[in-house]
């Protein structure tokens, strides 16, 4: 079975703080995405990677960054989190291809305060 | 502009009867559909899929999906709804945008089903 592991289910951040969201899959796909779900919104696409170091901003990339150094890991990284951050935020991770699907995690329900 | 409507927030059902929840979707050359269910804060699982072929898609937990290109539809449907099956569902489309594949979701469907 395909893996997608989030680092945290959880998490709480004061507002300004530099704040880290891990994932790592473990089926060797190319492609891996970060996801923001909102209700009423879907899910909203900030940034993916079909490659090591090579990331593309996807619909709302800012107030974000990424980093991917190795192929199963994929970072996301909220500069200076902002109330309106508060969401939750989903990985995905696919092989290459128009006709493959992608593998989510679990998601972390991240809170800025 | 490319894009997935799931024009009903909420779809509602008495366990036993049959279930649709409705998809419509733009997007320029041929589309390849998936649906997604997600269960209370948990990450979404792979429903099914439509590629090419035969125009009604069988996937998981008993779940099928029939495509209708002149309708530009791809709904999901199952013959007989269980409690178990509320949740929130999510129809996509991968279009080749921007020089990649991606996936756009529309905004869900939560599905009650009622004892």
């Known amino acids: 079975d395909v893996k997608v592991t989030q680092s945290s289910r959880y998490l709480v951040k004061r507002t300004g703080e530099k704040v880290f969201l891990e994932c790592v899959q473990d089926m060797d796909h190319e492609n891996m995405f970060w996801y923001r779900q909102d209700p009423g919104l879907g899910l909203r696409l900030i940034y993916f990677s079909y490659d090591v170091k090579m990331k593309e901003k996807g619909d709302i990339p800012e107030g974000y960054s990424v980093s991917r150094e190795k192929k199963e890991r994929f970072s996301l990284i909220l500069e200076s989190a902002s109330t309106n951050q508060t969401s939750m935020y989903l990985c995905?991770?696919?092989?290459?291809?128009?006709?493959?699907?992608?593998?989510f995690g679990q998601g972390t329900r991240l809170t800025v305060v | 502009a490319q894009s997935v409507a799931q024009p009903e927030d909420q779809v509602n059902v008495a366990e036993g009867n049959p279930l649709t929840v409705k998809c419509t979707y733009s997007v320029s050359g041929n589309p390849y559909l998936f649906w997604y269910v997600q269960y209370p804060n948990r990450g979404l699982q792979f429903l099914l899929k439509?590629?090419?072929?035969?125009?009604l898609v069988k996937g998981s937990y008993g779940f099928e999906a029939e495509f209708n290109k002149s309708q530009t539809s791809f709904h999901l449907k199952k013959p007989s709804a269980l409690v178990s099956d509320s949740a929130l569902y999510f129809c996509a489309v991968k279009a080749f945008s921007g020089g990649y594949n991606k996936l756009i979701f529309g905004a869900g469907t939560r599905l009650a089903v009622h004892p």
């Open positions: 995905a991770s696919s092989p290459d291809g128009r006709n493959t699907e992608a593998f």
């Open positions: 439509y590629i090419t072929g035969d125009n």
